[in-house]
């Protein structure tokens, strides 16, 4: 069965002070490592697909990277507006379904 | 373009009553999910459809959830008799899913479940 962990369950930062969420997963033949924000009362918004190891991907302050057990999500110089949930999700060899991890609550204070 | 359209966005309803939630996924993708999200358990996948058919039915909690797709516009999730404890935010979402390639979903605003 496929699973994923995040950590820290929530994080509370200074405006421009950088940091990294982690996402450790387990699942049988990894198709795909999936990124998405989540802001209160919507549904998850989609930022990255990572599909193999070392691979990175960029967007804004946001910069996903890949291991074969772990993703880490980098926010460099948050802002307010980067406040948010942001889940991690896995799609193994099975199927097309995603396995979401319990998410990283971002509160950034200006 | 239009994304992922729910409704109602909100339902308040008692207990033993009979709860349809509507999707209507994005034009012209294949397959379509559905999602129940809570404070305890997160987000967890209730069913999937590939080309209107049920693929992967095991996250339904049990009999009283039911899902069509009677076509390719068009998904219900029912719940009969509802519970207090299917109080949730249940989300639709749709991808365009080939079979060697690897598809984001794309999630509509949700509806939000209490039942009393």
């Known amino acids: 069965e496929d699973q994923v962990t995040q950590s820290p369950e929530a994080l509370r930062l200074q405006e421009g002070e950088s940091s990294s969420l982690n996402c450790s997963y387990t699942?049988?033949?990894?198709?795909?490592l999936f990124w998405y924000r989540q802001d209160p009362g919507k549904g998850p918004e989609f930022l990255f697909t990572?599909?193999?190891a070392g691979e990175e991907k960029e967007k804004e302050r946001l910069k996903a990277t890949l291991t074969k057990k772990e993703s880490f999500l980098h926010i460099t110089a948050p802002k307010p507006e980067d406040s948010a949930t942001y889940l991690c999700?896995?799609?193994?060899?099975?199927?097309?379904?995603?396995?979401f991890g319990g998410g990283t609550r971002v509160l950034v204070k200006p | 373009d239009a994304g992922v359209i729910q409704s109602p966005r909100h339902e308040v309803t008692e207990m033993g009553q009979e709860v349809t939630l509507r999707c209507k996924p994005i034009?012209?993708?294949?397959?379509l999910f559905w999602y129940r999200q809570t404070m305890m358990r997160g987000l967890e996948l209730l069913i999937y459809?590939?080309?209107?058919?049920?693929?992967?039915d095991s996250g339904m909690p049990e009999d009283r959830f039911s899902a069509k797709m009677p076509n390719a516009s068009f998904s219900t999730l029912k719940i009969q008799p509802s519970e207090p404890r299917d109080s949730a935010v249940y989300f639709c979402?749709?991808?365009?899913?080939?079979?060697?390639?690897?598809?984001?979903?794309?999630f509509g605003p949700g509806t939000r479940l209490t039942v009393l």
């Open positions: 979402a749709s991808s365009l899913t080939h079979r060697i390639s690897y598809n984001e979903q794309f």
């Open positions: 699942v049988s033949g990894l198709r795909g």
């Open positions: 990572l599909y193999s």
């Open positions: 999700a896995v799609q193994g060899a099975a199927g097309n379904k995603l396995t």
């Open positions: 034009s012209g993708h294949n397959s």
């Open positions: 459809f590939n080309n209107n058919v049920p693929i992967d």
